[in-house]
C-alpha cells in the first residue's frame, strides 16, 4: 500500500509544485512506483509535466466533485514511473461544491483507495490556501512535507499551516506527521538565507531535511519544456539538490 504524502503551504512561490514534480521524479528513477496527483486548480504541476490543463476532458475535478473512477484519470508522464492525475482550472469551484456533498473533508482519501496498491508513494500537491482542498489533501494522507522558502515572510506563515494541521489530526486523522520542512529557494549570496536556515533549524531540529533546494533558473525552465529537472538539467545545482532530497527521503522512508 502506497505511503501518501501530501505537499502543503499556503504561501504561494515557495516551490511546493517544484518539489511535489521533481521528488516525484527522482523517486521514480529510484525504481518506486509514483502517483502526483494535483488538486490546486492553477494546475502546475500538470503544466510542468508537458500536459495542456486546457486541453484536458477529465480531471481531478471528476472523480472529487462527480463519480468518475480515480484510475481513469490517471496518466503517464514522460518520467518513467512518475503517472499523474491532472488538474484542470474547473477545480477552482470545487471548494464551493464540496461543502454539500457528504464527507465532504475525505472525498480525496476515500477516491484514492482505489488506486493505493499499485504504488509505492503517492505525492499530492495542493493549492497555496489551507481551504477545503488542502483540507482533503491533510485528511488523506500520512504525513506532510511542507516547503519553505529562505525568507522571513514564508517562515512567518508556517504557525498558521501548522495550526491547520493540528486541527486535522484532532477531527480527520489522528496519524497524521509532519514528514519534514524542505528548505528551497536558497539563495548563497545573502545573510539572510543563511539566517533564515539557522532559525528554522533551531526550532524544528530533526524534523528539517538536510538536503536544501537552491535557486537555479534550471529550476525555473525546466516547466516551460514540460520536463522534470532530472531530463531537463540533472548536472545543475538544482538536479543534483532534488537527488539528495530523494536520496535522504527514502532513507528515512527505510528504502
Partial sequence: MARIYTLANQKGGVGKTTT???????????GKRVLLVDVDPQANATSSLGIDKNALEHSIYDALIGSEPLSQLIRLTNCLGLDLVPSAPALAGAE??????????????????????????????TPP????????????AHGVLIPVQCEYLPLEGLSQLLQTIDLVRQSLNPNL????LILTMYDTRTNLSRQVVEEIRQHFGNAVFR????RNIKLSEAPSYGETILTYAPSSSGGQAYAALCEEFLQGEGA
Avoid at 538536503?211 to 537552491?214: D, G, L, R, T, V
Fill in 211 to 214: 538536503a536544501i533546494i537552491p
Fill in 20 to 30: 511535489a514534480v521533481n521528488l516525484g521524479a527522482y523517486l521514480a528513477q529510484a
Fill in 177 to 180: 506527521i509532519i514528514r519534514g
Fill in 129 to 140: 490556501s489551507l481551504g477545503m482542498l488542502t483540507v482533503n489533501a491533510l485528511a488523506a
Fill in 96 to 125: 464551493v461544491e464540496l461543502i454539500d456533498l457528504p464527507k465532504r473533508e475525505l472525498r480525496l482519501k476515500q477516491i484514492l483507495h482505489e488506486v493505493e496498491p499499485r504504488y509505492d508513494f503517492v505525492l499530492i500537491d
